[in-house]
T-cell receptor
Framework: DQQVKQNSPSLSVQEGRISILNCDYTNSMFDYFLWYKKYPAEGPTFLISISSIKDKNEDGRFTVFLNKSAKHLSLHIVPSQPGDSAVYFCAASAWSGNQFYFGTGTSLTVIP | ETGVTQSPTHLIKTRGQQVTLRCSSQSGHNTVSWYQQALGQGPQFIFQYYREEENGRGNFPPRFSGLQFPNYSSELNVNALELDDSALYLC?????????????FGSGTQLSVL
């Protein structure tokens, strides 16, 4: 039962353009959402988060948008840089639980 | 500030054996979680420890067990290893068990069961 889904396994973008990574969830109790970036042979590193009381959060080149009615969130990276090439996971948690639910990841390649 | 460290980085075991993986949490963090990441999948929650007590568990059988020590470091033990246990095991810590506290991950232990 995959409660967090990333339906695009991979994405290629030209350097300088915008990267948009998408994530859908099914559990309406989720109220905290995060994006993690993972390089090979390393653990996931935190990128940006958003709580359900907001619909947008920005941090430099990274912006996360949350659409609660659609149970959808997206990560925008602009401008994309070659160093952004990695696997991106979205994750969600509910206030009543202790676990984070992760999607299967999207592999982003930024082409110089 | 020391991050989350895990040992060993790689491990090869045979079916039926037992394994212990170790994790030191980031300084100032009292909550540790373990996740299993199979190839091509996202991390799956195994369990969480807060102040030496298990306070959350995912859909994993009892042969997956853990400990947290007074210094907040942790162990993951897996008994009677099966081939499907081959995966990257990730330890994550956070400042406390509040649900809006983000996870900080270690680099993981790659376990291969032959």
């Amino acid at each position: 039962d995959q409660q967090v889904k990333q339906n695009s396994p991979s994405l290629s973008v030209q350097e300088g353009r915008i990267s948009i990574l998408n994530c859908d969830y099914t559990n309406s109790m989720f109220d905290y959402f995060l994006w993690y970036k993972k390089y090979p042979a390393e653990g996931p590193t935190f990128l940006i988060s958003i709580s359900s009381i907001k619909d947008k959060n920005e941090d430099g080149r990274f912006t996360v948008f949350l659409n609660k009615s659609a149970k959808h969130l997206s990560l925008h990276i602009v401008p994309s840089q070659p160093g952004d090439s990695a696997v991106y996971f979205c994750a969600a948690s509910a206030w009543s639980g202790n676990q984070f639910y992760f999607g299967t990841g999207t592999s982003l390649t930024v082409i110089p | 500030e020391t991050g989350v460290t895990q040992s060993p980085t790689h491990l090869i075991k045979t079916r039926g054996q037992q394994v212990t993986l170790r994790c030191s949490s980031q300084s100032g963090h009292n909550t540790v979680s373990w996740y299993q990441q199979a190839l091509g999948q996202g991390p799956q929650f195994i369990f969480q420890y807060y102040r030496e007590e298990e306070n959350g568990r995912g859909n994993f059988p009892p042969r997956f067990s853990g400990l947290q020590f007074p210094n907040y470091s942790s162990e993951l033990n897996v008994n009677a290893l099966e081939l499907d246990d081959s995966a990257l095991y990730l330890c994550a810590s956070r400042r406390n068990s509040a649900t809006n506290e983000k996870l900080f991950f270690g680099s993981g232990t790659q376990l291969s069961v032959l």
